[in-house]
C-alpha cells in the first residue's frame, strides 16, 4: 500500500497542482478560432470604449459539451470572425472562477453569456449548435443596436443586499419533513419525477427523520450511478427511473455521496453501502489521486462507458483533471475520515490525512484559504473555507487532529460574515457584477454546519452564535426551500437541539472508536484526551447517557440494562 509521509500541518514546499498556463482560460481554447480573452476589467473596458458587447463563455474540462461546443461552434470560421469583429470575447474555466460562475452560469455547461460592457446580462443559454449560435448573436445584435446597455440586466440573486431572515424555529424542520413526503418518487426512489439528482445532503437528512426514503434513494443511486467497473459515481440520471445518467465524475460530488453511503451503513449495517462507499474511495485514491491530494474531476464520456468491461481494458479513459481544489478536498477529507471511523479502512484514514495535509500546506495562510495553487488563484471564497473547515473539525472528531480549524474559522467570520449574520461568498470586488454580494444558501449551511462541530469540539460560544446567525439570515426563506436544500433543516435542528457526545480519552481508544460508531450523526463527537475516561452524551447541557467502555456507553444509548 502507498503509504503516506509523516507530515505536518505546515511546512511543505511542494506544489502538487499544475495549473493551465493561463489560470482564467482552459486548455481547450486552443481548438477553437475565437480570440479569447481572460476575465478582468479591462476586457469590460474595451468593451466600453468601443462600443461591444461582451461574449462570456463559462466552461468546464469534465463536460462533453463543452468539448463539442469549441469544435462545432467556437471552431467554425465565420461564426469565429464574427465574435471577435462585433464582441469582446472572455473565456473561463468556470471550475477555476465560482464567483464568475455562480453569477453568470446559465444552469449548466457550456454557458454562453452575452453581457453589456457594465457587466449586466443581455442574454445567454447553454450549449449552441452553429445555427442556434447565429440565431443569438443576430438578437443581441439588434438589442444592442436599439438599447445599448440599457439592454443589460442584473440578475435576481444579486439585486438585494442580504437574504429574507427570520426566527430559527422548529417549523424549520418540520416543512422540510413535509417536503419529503410530498416530493418522493414511491415508484423510484429518490425526489422528484423528473430529472434525478442523487441529494446526498437530503439522503442524510432523510436517515434520521424518513429511513425508508433514504434506503430506497441509497439503492435507486447504488444500482443506476455507480460505476462498477472502473469506481465512482455519475453525476446524475436524466430520466424518472434512473434511467441515461451523465456520466462524469465530480470529486465533491462523489466525496458527498461516500459520506452518505457510509452513515447509510451507520444506520442500517447494510453490507451494500459500506461496499459502495469502499469501492468509491478506492476510486479516489487511485483514478482522482494526483499525488498529494484529490484531483478535480474525470470527464464523461458515454463512448467510453457504454463499452464492455473487456473492451474498455484497450481503451484510454476520460481525462482527469488534476487540480486540488480547496473545497472538494475538503468534502473527500470529512467523507473518507467518517468511512475510517465506521469502518476501520486504514486507507482511507491515511489518504484523508495526506489530502489534509497538503492542502493546509499549500492552500491555507493564516486561516485565508486559497481556492488551489496557482497565481492567479482567488482566495478566501467561502465555499473553500466552509468545506475545508468541515473536512478539520471531522478530522479533529475522528484522528483528535485538529489542524488550523479554528484560524479558518475565524478568519472567515472575521472576513466574510456581514452585520446582518449572512455571510457573503467572496470579496466585495472584481470585473463585472463580482462586485455585487452574493450570500450562496449552500455554503452557508456547509459552514455552519462546521461552525456547530466547531462550538462543541473547542468550547467556544462564539462559534454556535456565527452559525446561528447565519441560518437566521436565510430564516424568511424557509417556508420556500425544497427537498433539494433539506442540508438547512438539518443545520437549523442542530443549533435548536444540540446533541455532544464527549470522550474522556485521547482519540484512537475503544471507548473513542465506539462512540464515533453509535453517535447519530448529526451529532458532535468529541474527544478529551484530559479526560475521566467517561464517555457522556449531551442533549444540550444536560447528560442523557454515560459510559466507560463500549458495552456501558451502548447499553446507556439503547437504553438497554
Not at 453525476?235 to 456520466?247: L, M
Not at 469502518?343 to 497538503?358: C, G, N, P, V
Request: proline share 6%; aromatic share 8%; hydrophobic share 40%.
Amino acid at each position: 500500500m502507498d503509504r503516506p509521509a509523516n507530515r505536518s500541518f505546515a511546512g511543505s514546499e511542494r506544489a502538487f497542482v499544475r495549473p493551465p498556463p493561463r489560470a482564467g482560460m482552459d486548455e481547450y481554447a486552443r481548438d477553437t478560432k475565437v480570440e479569447w480573452r481572460e476575465w478582468g476589467t479591462t476586457p469590460f473596458e474595451d468593451a466600453a470604449d468601443a462600443g461591444k458587447p461582451v461574449l462570456l463563455a463559462l466552461t468546464v474540462p469534465w463536460s462533453a459539451e463543452c468539448r463539442a461546443m469549441d469544435r462545432r461552434t467556437f471552431g467554425e470560421p465565420r461564426i469565429a470572425a464574427n465574435i471577435n469583429d462585433g464582441f469582446i470575447p472572455l473565456r473561463v474555466d468556470a471550475d477555476r472562477n465560482p464567483r464568475v460562475r455562480e453569477r453568470y452560469t446559465m444552469g449548466g455547461f457550456p454557458s454562453t453569456v452575452f453581457l453589456t460592457p457594465d457587466g449586466e446580462v443581455i442574454t445567454g443559454a447553454t450549449f449552441l449548435g452553429p445555427d442556434g449560435f447565429r440565431g443569438i448573436l443576430d438578437s443581441v445584435r439588434e438589442s444592442w443596436d436599439a438599447q445599448g446597455a440599457a439592454a443589460g440586466s442584473i440578475p435576481r440573486q444579486l439585486q438585494d443586499e442580504s437574504p429574507p431572515a427570520g426566527e430559527l424555529r422548529s417549523r424549520i424542520e418540520e416543512h422540510m419533513i413535509e417536503q419529503l413526503l410530498g416530493a418522493f418518487d414511491d415508484e423510484f426512489g429518490g425526489w422528484g419525477t423528473d430529472v434525478k439528482f442523487p441529494l446526498p445532503r437530503t439522503v442524510e437528512f432523510a436517515l434520521v427523520r424518513a429511513r425508508d426514503q433514504a434506503t430506497r434513494t441509497l439503492e435507486a443511486i447504488r444500482t443506476h450511478l455507480l460505476d462498477t467497473y472502473d469506481g465512482g459515481f455519475f453525476r446524475y440520471s436524466t430520466e424518472r427511473n434512473w434511467g441515461n445518467p451523465r456520466r462524469e465524475k465530480l470529486l465533491d460530488e462523489n466525496a458527498a455521496l461516500v459520506r452518505a453511503f457510509a452513515h447509510g451503513y451507520r444506520y442500517t449495517g447494510t453490507e451494500a453501502y459500506r461496499d459502495a462507499a469502499q469501492r468509491t474511495v478506492d476510486y479516489l485514491t487511485t483514478t482522482l489521486w494526483a499525488d498529494e491530494a484529490f484531483a478535480a474531476s474525470q470527464a464523461g464520456s458515454d463512448e467510453y462507458y457504454r463499452l464492455e468491461p473487456s473492451e474498455r481494458e484497450g481503451t484510454v479513459p476520460p481525462n482527469v483533471d488534476e487540480t486540488v481544489f480547496a473545497d472538494r478536498n475538503g468534502l473527500a477529507i470529512d467523507a473518507l475520515l467518517w468511512v475510517a471511523a465506521y469502518t476501520d479502512d486504514e486507507r482511507a484514514q491515511q489518504y484523508a490525512s495526506r489530502a489534509r495535509d497538503a492542502v493546509c500546506d499549500t492552500l491555507v495562510d493564516d486561516g485565508e484559504v486559497a481556492h488551489y495553487d496557482g497565481p492567479d488563484s482567488e482566495t478566501g471564497l467561502l465555499l473553500d473555507q466552509a468545506q475545508l473547515l468541515q473536512g478539520l473539525t471531522t478530522s479533529w472528531q475522528v484522528l483528535g487532529e485538529p489542524g488550523p480549524a479554528e484560524a479558518v474559522a475565524d478568519w472567515t467570520i472575521e472576513n466574510r460574515q456581514q452585520d446582518s449574520g449572512a455571510f457573503r461568498d467572496g470579496p466585495a470586488s472584481g470585473a463585472g457584477l463580482c462586485s455585487r454580494s452574493l450570500h450562496p444558501l449552500d455554503a452557508t449551511v456547509e459552514l455552519a454546519d462546521a461552525l456547530v462541530d466547531l462550538a462543541a469540539l473547542t468550547g467556544e460560544d462564539r462559534y454556535r452564535n456565527a452559525a446561528v446567525a447565519a441560518v437566521e439570515s436565510f430564516a424568511g426563506a424557509a417556508e420556500r426551500m425544497g427537498v433539494e436544500v433539506a442540508g438547512y433543516a438539518s443545520v437549523a435542528a442542530r443549533l435548536q437541539q444540540p446533541q455532544t457526545l464527549t470522550v474522556g480519552t485521547e482519540a484512537g481508544t475503544d471507548l473513542h472508536r465506539a462512540a464515533l460508531r453509535m453517535a447519530d450523526h448529526e451529532t458532535t463527537v468529541v474527544p478529551d484526551p484530559d479526560g475521566d475516561g467517561t464517555a457522556r452524551l449531551l442533549d444540550g447541557d444536560a447528560i442523557v447517557a454515560e459510559g466507560t467502555t463500549p458495552a456501558e456507553l451502548e447499553a446507556a444509548l439503547t437504553g438497554e440494562n
